[in-house]
Every structure is written in structure tokens, then in C-alpha cells.
């Protein structure tokens, strides 16, 4: 459904996406999970067409994002990470103005402004301005402009933060509701979201994909971390020393040995990205 191939983004000489290559099959929900300026809205504004890339390729459907802009635009729904919505209409009016700009006319577009506006259940708001809506449903008014067309893929990113909890359990659940019908990616700095609306994690850090896994195995390996047995001829401060220099190590147990040098445990987990 959507290709990425060794997609890297410079911003200046700041790299902001390092070869990130994955695939997204059809009728999943994907998190994109990842700590604030790892690189998920970049990375998202060039799936989406919105952005451009240094070098790679991000093919929808077979479309290139660049080449075939059109073709491969329609089969995505994009909510950015600000939605640019117009204030000082209501959502009716916007999403008619959204609904043209993606040719929809005529009754196609009457039909599908009310299937958005009841799948994302704002029909008691439509006819309210935007400025005086609470978040939780600015937030329904962006995902339901996102999914007019119908397009294959729903593309969403953090579309939880700046809520209060209430609403973000109502957007939760309606990413879930979606994911029945869509493709679904979405991006979080919150491992139990993700995990729990999602069947598919991309973790992301510093530009670069370190976990794409299934999130009961994410579990396991979060729970279980790895552990490195060493020994060494030094005393337990300088190990320590030396150690504390190397990433993602969670804990240490150092036990002094008999006849000098120290051996220990050295667990080392996914922890260290999060
Ligand atoms: P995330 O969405 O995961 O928080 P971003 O993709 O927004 O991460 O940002 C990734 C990195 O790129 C961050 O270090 C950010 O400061 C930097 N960055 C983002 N946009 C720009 C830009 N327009 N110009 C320069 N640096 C940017
Ligand atoms: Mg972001």
C-alpha cells in the first residue's frame, strides 16, 4: 500500500530523517511512536506530499509521492500536526471548501459531508463557528476533512495531544472505529497509546526506524531487556566509568570475583529511545 525507501531529510545540514525504509500493508492501524523531534511529523509532510525530501522515495499504491502527485494525493487524508482550519466558518462550510479543493461536487459532496460528519460525530456542532469549538472536536472537524474522498489511507499526526483525557479517549476510539474501514497511521509520544490502538509500532528515533513490530512482541522486549554478561579485569568504579558512557543501558549489577576483576549484568533495553 505505501513504500518507503531510504527517505532522508536535511534540513540545512541538520539531518532530520536518517534511510528510513518500511512498508505499510493495507487494513492496519500503525503508530508511529517516538520522542518529540525524532522526526515523525518530517517524515509524515513528505508521505503526504507536503514536504519534500533529500533523497528516497515514498510510493502510494504504486504512485510516486513526487512524480504522480495527484494520483498518489487522492488514495491519502492528512491531518497535520496543526490543522489548518478557518476559524470563522463552521465545519459544514469547511468541509465544503476542504470537499471542492478535492473535487467533490454536487450531491457526491452533500453525501459525503454527512457521512464525515457522522463518522467523526460532530452533527450537534456542524453548524457552529470553528472558534468556539473545544479542542476534542476542532480535532474531530480536522480527522473528518481528512476523510472526505474516501481516501484508502488516514494519515494523523498527534492526534491526541493538547487534549484533556475525556477527549482523548473520544479520538482513541475513533481511531479504532477507522481502523475498521482504513489504513490508519498515526503518530504519539505515548507507548500505551500506541499500544493500544495499534497493531503495527514504528519506533522512531533521532530519524531513524529502530522497532517496526506487533505490539505484544514490543511488550516482550520492553519487559524482558536484553542482558550482556561481561568480565573484566577492573575494579566496579571504573567499569562503571566506562560504562556509563554507552547508550541504553538500563541497570547494572557489578559482583567483585575472587581472585580480582569484576563480572556482572548489563541489561539493555528499548527503554533508552522512549
Ligand atoms: P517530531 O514530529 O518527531 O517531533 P519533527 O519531524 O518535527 O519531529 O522534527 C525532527 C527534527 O527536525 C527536530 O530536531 C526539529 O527541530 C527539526 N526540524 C523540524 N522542522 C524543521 C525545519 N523546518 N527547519 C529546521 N529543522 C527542523
Ligand atoms: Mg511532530
Do not use: W
Not at 472558534?131 to 498527534?158: C, F, M, T, W
Amino acid at each position: 500500500m505505501i513504500s518507503v525507501e531510504h527517505l532522508t531529510k536535511y534540513y540545512g545540514d541538520f539531518l532530520a530523517v536518517d534511510d528510513l525504509s518500511f512498508e505499510i500493508d493495507e487494513g492496519h492501524v500503525y503508530g508511529f511512536l517516538g520522542p518529540n523531534g525524532a522526526g515523525k511529523s518530517t517524515t509524515m509532510n513528505i508521505m503526504t506530499g507536503c514536504l519534500s525530501a533529500t533523497e528516497g522515495h515514498v510510493r502510494i499504491d504504486g504512485h510516486d509521492i513526487f512524480d504522480e502527485p495527484d494520483k498518489a494525493k487522492r488514495l491519502i487524508g492528512y491531518l497535520p500536526e496543526i490543522p489548518p482550519l478557518y476559524v470563522s466558518e463552521t465545519p459544514e462550510e469547511y468541509l465544503r471548501f476542504v470537499g471542492e479543493a478535492k473535487g467533490l461536487k454536487g450531491s457526491v459532496l452533500r453525501e459525503q459531508i454527512d457521512k464525515v460528519i457522522a463518522d467523526t460525530r460532530i452533527g450537534d456542532v456542524r453548524k457552529r463557528r470553528i472558534s468556539a469549538l473545544s479542542k476534542g472536536y476542532r480535532q474531530r472537524v480536522g480527522i473528518a476533512q481528512a476523510l472526505l474522498g474516501n481516501p484508502k489511507v488516514i494519515i494523523l499526526d498527534e492526534p491526541t495531544i493538547g487534549l484533556d483525557p475525556i477527549q482523548i479517549i473520544e479520538i482513541r476510539d475513533l481511531i479504532r472505529d477507522l481502523g475498521r474501514s482504513h489504513t490508519v497511521i498515526f503518530s504519539s509520544h505515548i507507548l500505551s497509546e500506541v499500544q493500544t490502538i495499534c497493531d503495527r509500532i514504528l519506533i522512531i528515533a533521532k530519524g531513524k526506524l529502530v522497532v517496526f513490530d506487533e505490539p505484544q512482541n514490543l511488550e516482550r522486549r520492553l519487559l524482558t531487556p536484553d542482558e550482556i554478561n561481561l568480565k573484566a579485569e577492573a575494579s566496579e568504579t571504573e567499569i562503571r566509568r566506562i560504562l556509563s558512557g554507552v547508550g541504553h543501558i538500563s541497570e547494572m549489577n557489578v559482583k567483585e570475583e575472587a581472585g580480582g576483576g569484576c563480572s556482572g549484568a548489563y541489561p539493555y533495553g528499548l527503554r533508552g529511545y522512549l
